[in-house]
């Protein structure tokens, strides 16, 4: 279900825009959806009214619980949707929560669990909305990163009219919506354009092209350094960093050229590099770089002016990688 067409049910009923924005905002703060909480039970029209039991029960169905699994650095959440699909959330800590945009994922990233299986379906933007909406029955949540299962680009309608609706009825800040990607040139000419504009999360993985392609085999094939200036530009717009992603895979891009490849694309940008030790997954055979060797790449950086932070993990890879709930739980099926 996309919001889009949400809103369209609401008119169909008779509601104004003044009823579209009372209900959305209940839903989104879990308040009783009749209204009573902003405005007289006889708020809305009655056509409205008599439909919204049905509508309650339609959208607490868009996202359930199947089962929690606490990290060190969050809790994963396998979210059964509608038609069986499962996805991934994450609460992060901070009141963090990295939602998923995709069931599967077309990037096909080597490392990750989500992409070896290929797209399975998009997510509507109200199931997008409904994993917000679910984590807030657990605790606050005030920054939601789109790090989990799919590429955002891969489905913007529905991943841009979530980051409206949440930076606006959601109440949560515009900087704290981070939309994720490996770089897509659509991102850049819609985003700038929007409402709500949200942060931007780069994943990068490397400076050398060549290796990137193998990373990452079906991202749009996009030079780093034009990934980086087109970043740039949109930082100077909204005022906020970029955030490059780099999953640290030892042996494959933790050397000396990647941190001179570093220092030459991010000297002077508006950016935060983020290098994310790659947890193993078991059948990959990437590794895991020491702890210690990266600390030092990350000392390093920080020395020649590039603003570096290691991370044991970012959303998507709370225990390994997203996907592997997933994979686990034995639901994989092909639509
Ligand atoms: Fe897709 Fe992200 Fe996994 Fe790459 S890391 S395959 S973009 S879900």
Redesign the pocket.
């Known amino acids: 279900m996309r919001i889009e067409h949400l809103r369209q049910r609401l008119r169909a009923l008779g509601a104004k825009a003044c009823h579209e924005q009372v209900l959305l905002r209940s839903w989104l703060q879990r308040l009783p959806l009749d209204g009573s909480a902003h405005r007289s039970e006889q708020f809305f029209p009655l056509a409205l009214r008599q439909a919204l039991p049905d509508l309650a029960l339609e959208l607490e169905g868009l996202a359930r619980l199947r089962s929690e699994h606490p990290g060190e650095d969050g809790s994963r959440l396998l979210i059964g949707l509608a038609d069986g699909q499962t996805v991934e959330s994450v609460l992060l800590p901070k009141g963090g929560l990295c939602v998923s945009t995709q069931v599967g994922?077309?990037?096909?990233?080597v490392?990750?669990?989500?992409?070896r299986d290929g797209l399975l379906r998009q997510l509507g933007s109200a199931e997008i909305i409904a994993q917000v909406v679910l984590a807030r029955s657990r605790r606050p949540v005030s920054k939601v990163v789109f790090?989990?299962?799919?590429?955002p680009a891969h489905n913007m309608d529905n991943v841009l009219e979530a980051i409206e609706l949440l930076g606006t009825e959601g109440a949560i800040g515009h900087k704290n919506l981070v939309f994720s990607t490996?770089g897509d040139r659509r991102v850049f000419e819609r985003l700038p354009r929007g409402v709500v504009k949200p942060a931007l999360a780069l994943?990068l993985h490397t400076t050398n092209s060549e290796l990137r392609r193998r990373l990452?085999p079906k991202?749009p094939p996009m030079e780093p350094a034009e990934l980086v200036d087109l970043a740039e530009d949109y930082a100077r717009h909204t005022g906020y960093p970029i955030q490059y992603q780099w999953t640290l895979l030892a042996g494959i891009n933790d050397g000396e050229d990647e941190l001179e490849g570093v220092v030459r694309l991010l000297t002077g940008k508006y950016a935060v590099l983020n290098l994310i030790p790659y947890n193993r997954i078991e059948g990959l055979e990437f590794r895991r770089p020491d702890w210690e060797q990266a600390a030092e790449m990350a000392r390093r950086l920080h020395r020649r002016g590039i603003l570096t932070k290691l991370r044991h993990s970012a959303g998507?890879d709370v225990e390994g990688?997203?996907?592997q709930l997933r994979a686990r739980s034995g639901v994989l099926r092909s639509t």
């Open positions: 994922c077309a990037v096909g990233c490392f990750c669990m989500t992409g790090m989990g299962m799919g590429e490996v994943s990452l991202a998507q990688g997203c996907g």
